[in-house]
Each structure stands twice: as structure tokens, then as C-alpha cells.
């Protein structure tokens, strides 16, 4: 049976999935043969070692014991659950890759997708300066972003609708000077073909159809998939049902919300203001 090879250094969740793939292999187990010594189905070792999703605490541990490995899945899903990504990102970030189209929707800060450089590295050295990140936790966490944001920049790119809340303009991340750049490169974004940018005004108030950030995903199969997260982890929803109510409140907000053009004239308001600053 051919096994499509993981990039490792795709994601904290495709390094233990590698590993775990590694040793049973020395060990000349199947994923069948593996699931019936420590009692887990074999599609889940499956999602596991193409790095799908982290196994859980038992998995790692029965595995550890049935491969021995010392302990090493055991100690590479809690540096996992400690990693630059939270829970439940990876599983995402991999289907994001893979999506034809991308609906999402934002509060207080602008999308990672949407994001310049500099407003990317202000935001997260603010993590650093107040000791809840590191620098080379920073860096990795860039890296990660920017190779995201690559698909935008490709010759086939996904379809994008994005709305952000106007507080994702209003917040001066990294001062006026990465305002002004950041609000340029949402103009140049609106400008695209492929891309619908729009603004739901603060005028909305209580009425705002969502209030919590989410991403709409259509894979090229054209089933979809919803995401959105806490301060813990995030949540892959496949449900149809769940993520067809998802769409029915994104669609509403985007009736809400201001047309692209008004939009692309809110943002160039705002940065005009930025620049009024720095004058």
C-alpha cells in the first residue's frame, strides 16, 4: 500500500504523525495490525500519522508500549499541546490549503491571511514583550503565516471573502506608520478579482449577524467545513447541518455589512486618518 510522504515540518501534529508512522513501520506493523494490539481503529491511527489530528493521551501511551519507543509520542504530544500552534490549528491550516474558496469573518484584528509583515511581527512581539511568547516562538509562528498566505499569491488561487469588523481597521497595531501599510495592502487585496472584501460598521451594534471570529472552507469536493476557536483550541466543525447554519449568519452579515465599494472607501478613509498622524 503506498503512503503519501509527510512534510514533518508542516505542523507540530505531522512531526508526531511521522514519527508515530516511523515506528511502526520498524516494527513491520500494519495500522490494522497496530489498532488491534492497542485497541484503536486503524482509520484513526491513519489521521493520526498523516497529521489530520493529535492522537489522545492513551494512544500515545499504548503506543509508546506496543513500539517501544521510550516515551517518545507520549513526550511529543505534550510538547504539542504546548507548541507555537493551538489544538486543533493544523488539522485546519491543512484543509485551508487545500480549499477553493475561503469565507471568513474577523474581530479587532486583521485576519493572519490579510496581514503585511509588519503588522504580523507587531502583533506578535507584543506577545514576546509581555512574556507569554518568545522570540524564536515568534519567528517560527511568522514562518508559519507567511507560508499561508503564499496560496493567496498563487497562480490559482482560492476565492476570498473576508469581512472585518471596523475595529480591525481602528486598532492601531504597531503605530500609524504599519497602519498605513496594512490599509494599503487591504485596498490592493479589494482590488483583486478574486477577492470580496467588506466592512460591517460599528452602526451594527448588537445586530452584527456573528460575534465571533470564523473561517467558511469549500474544499474541491464542495463540501464545506467551519472553523473557529477559543483561547484554548480551535474546532474543525464537518457537521453539514452546523456549518450550514454557520453560512446562513455569514451570509446575513455580509447583506449587513457595508457593499465593496463603500468598503474600499472605509478603508481608504481610515488610513488617509493614519496618515493625518504622521504628518
Known amino acids: 500500500m503506498n503512503q503519501r510522504e509527510l512534510d514533518s515540518s ?31 481503529s486503524a482509520s484513526y491511527i491513519s489521521r493520526i500519522e498523516r497529521g489530520v489530528e493529535p492522537p489522545s493521551l492513551r494512544l500515545a501511551q499504548e503506543a509508546d508500549r506496543a513500539l517501544d519507543t521510550g516515551g517518545t509520542l507520549e513526550l511529543m504530544l505534550d510538547q504539542l499541546k504546548h507548541s507555537l500552534l493551538i489544538e486543533g490549528f493544523p488539522e485546519f491550516a491543512e484543509q485551508e490549503a487545500r480549499a477553493t474558496a475561503i469565507r471568513l469573518f474577523e474581530i479587532a484584528v486583521v485576519p493572519g491571511l490579510l496581514q503585511v509583515q509588519s503588522y504580523a511581527t507587531a502583533y506578535e512581539m507584543a506577545a514576546v514583550r509581555q512574556g507569554v511568547s518568545t522570540t524564536e516562538r515568534a519567528a517560527e509562528r511568522l ?26 481597521l481602528l486598532r492601531p497595531i504597531g503605530g500609524p506608520t504599519v497602519m498605513i501599510e496594512q490599509l494599503s495592502h487591504l485596498e490592493m487585496l479589494a ?41 484554548q483550541r480551535g474546532y474543525l466543525e464537518r457537521d453539514a447541518e452546523t456549518v450550514a447554519g454557520w453560512v446562513s449568519n455569514y451570509d446575513r452579515l455580509q447583506v449587513e455589512s ?13 488610513r488617509k486618518d493614519f496618515e493625518d498622524h504622521v504628518r
Do not use: W
Open 143 to 168: 514562518a508559519f503565516l507567511r507560508t499561508r498566505q503564499s496560496r493567496l499569491s498563487a497562480s490559482r488561487p482560492p476565492s476570498l471573502q473576508a469581512v472585518l469588523d471596523a475595529t480591525c
Open 191 to 231: 482590488e483583486r478579482p478574486t477577492n470580496v472584501l467588506q466592512i460591517a460598521p460599528l452602526e451594527l451594534g448588537e445586530d452584527r449577524p456573528l460575534n465571533h471570529p470564523l473561517v467558511l472552507l469549500t474544499l474541491p469536493d464542495r463540501r464545506m467545513m467551519g472553523y473557529t476557536e477559543t483561547l
Open 258 to 270: 457595508l457593499s465593496r465599494g463603500a468598503s474600499l472607501t472605509f478603508i481608504r478613509k481610515v
Open 10 to 40: 508542516s505542523s507540530p501534529s505531522a512531526a508526531l504523525g511521522v514519527q508515530l508512522r516511523r515506528s511502526r513501520n520498524a516494527r513491520g506493523l500494519t495500522q490494522t495490525e497496530l489498532g488491534r494490539i492497542i485497541n484503536f
